[in-house]
């Protein structure tokens, strides 16, 4: 692992730097930012520092493009988002949208520059046939056919398969809670939705509280399996932190709610990093409430070595000899953290031997 930080994580810490970057650094940051999806987030950070002008003018035209797709890109999610409204309110059923979707909804800092490939929903359980009915007479269809894995999503996980509308190809993952049935960890859905907020003039949409939103973040970031997105989502916690941080009470009461809701590990994780990498703000008090949450220190030291590597920019010169490895044990710890160990051997046998192939294109 490299001993200096990557040029991408001093800039995010200290957007003002752009300003005394050479050509050759650029060269190094625009390839680094792009391998994050960052770009039209470097962009408003460099506007919102004052430096955008002072750039150099390929650099405003490459972080300029890349503002104006964000921008295409949040008019096609407002435009999904009252489709969606449209299919559903019939239903009655309280729409809560999480990650990317609340975002952008509720013009949070966090959804500022930040792309998504779909709009995720939190609904109650026992809602889920309803909504899927509503949603497939408004042109939404399964992406999963094959039997297992429908078992896979409507047994064990803790969302349907995801649908695709079938003119649109947006893309909807309905949740029914916020970590798989399978998972050792059930923080309760009920207690997410009660403290649920309206958006303003959201169309009957709702986002989780600010507490329960960061620590949604926190378990998707610590318990996945995948970190390709790793530093952008650490970047989604660390502005949620700061945005929410000057809310009245809003620190006395995160360690409390994730203590309530099953969540203090991921927690720990989240203010662990998001200090280190990044160096978000965070009370010394609850930095310290906070351990409460922490494993014990040989599988601490373990999971900084894999985590300080994943939650690196996905970029070569960002990685070292052990970068493959850490992201491959991270993979497995995912798939570890969602099911009990039977039900793992057994799925990822039948997801390697046993699951229909694909025939390949003619």
């Known amino acids: 692992m490299t001993t200096a930080p990557p040029l991408l994580l001093k800039v995010l810490c200290e957007p003002a730097a752009m300003a005394q970057l050479d050509e050759r650094d650029w060269d190094l940051l625009l390839r680094q930012t792009l391998a994050s999806n960052l770009a039209a987030t470097l962009g408003l950070l460099a506007e919102e520092a004052g430096v955008l002008a002072a750039l150099p003018a390929r650099v405003q035209r490459r972080l300029g493009w890349a503002r104006t797709v964000w921008e295409r890109h949040l008019q096609a999610v407002d435009f999904e988002l009252r489709q969606i409204a449209v299919a559903l309110r019939e239903t009655g059923v309280p729409l809560i949208l999480l990650k990317g979707g609340a ?8 959804g500022a520059g930040r792309l998504f490939s779909d709009i995720d929903l939190l609904v109650p359980k026992e809602r889920l046939a309803d909504v899927e009915s509503m949603l497939l007479l408004h042109g939404w ?22 649908m695709q509308h079938m003119r649109r190809a947006s ?38 509280a600010p507490c329960d939103m960061v620590l949604h973040s926190a378990v998707h970031l610590f318990s996945e399996g995948e970190y390709h997105h790793g530093l952008r989502d650490l970047f989604d916690l660390h502005r949620l932190l700061n945005g929410f941080g000057a809310e009245p009470g809003f620190w006395a009461a995160l360690p409390a709610r994730a203590r309530e809701l099953e969540l203090a590990r991921p ?26 949450g922490a494993p014990n220190p040989a599988l601490l030291a373990l999971m900084d070595a894999l985590f300080l590597r994943a939650l690196q920019p996905p970029h070569p010169s960002c990685a070292d000899a052990f970068d493959g490895a850490a992201r491959a044990a991270l993979y497995i710890r995912g798939n570890w953290l969602r099911m009990p160990p039977l039900m793992l051997s057994r799925h990822l046998l039948h997801k390697a031997f046993l699951s229909p192939k694909a025939e390949p294109a003619q």
Request: with cysteine.
């Open 141 to 162: 269809a399964g992406t999963h056919h094959d039997a297992y894995d429908q078992r896979y999503y409507r047994e064990w996980m803790h969302e349907l398969p995801p």
């Open 103 to 110: 975002y952008a909804a509720a013009g949070l800092p966090a």
């Open 171 to 208: 893309v909807i993952d309905v949740h029914h809670a916020i970590l798989p049935e399978t998972a050792a960890a059930r923080p309760d859905p009920a207690r997410l939705r009660a403290a649920a907020r309206p958006i303003p003039g959201g169309d009957g949409f709702y986002t989780l």
């Open 267 to 292: 927690l720990f994780y989240a203010l662990r990093y998001c200090t280190r990498l990044l160096g978000t703000p965070v009370p010394a008090g609850v930095l310290e409430a906070a351990r409460g």
